[in-house]
């Protein structure tokens, strides 16, 4: 499981970006910080990822997102 943590900027490179911990498992590659610039946390060694938030993506999870909570909730 993973959850969103930050949405916004990252220095050095163009677009937004989603940054994600992964809860129970080492599924990422690093801790919330990236060159030297804390976005998020710190997690655990390798619980963080940034995503590249393009607008077919964030539709794409949110689509999935909404759907697994209407399963939980129903």
């Given at each position: 499981a993973a959850c969103p943590v930050y949405v916004g900027e990252v220095d050095g490179r163009a677009g937004t970006?989603?940054?994600?911990?992964f809860?129970?498992?080492?599924?990422?590659?690093?801790?919330?910080?990236?060159q030297g610039v804390r976005y998020f946390g710190p997690t655990q060694p390798?619980?963080?990822?940034?995503?590249k938030a393009d607008g077919d993506?964030?539709?794409l999870h949110a689509d999935s997102f909404l759907s697994s909570m209407k399963e939980i909730l129903d």
């Open positions: 970006f989603v940054g994600v911990e809860l129970k498992a080492a599924a990422g590659r690093h801790d919330g910080e990236l390798n619980h963080g990822l940034f995503i993506a964030l539709q």
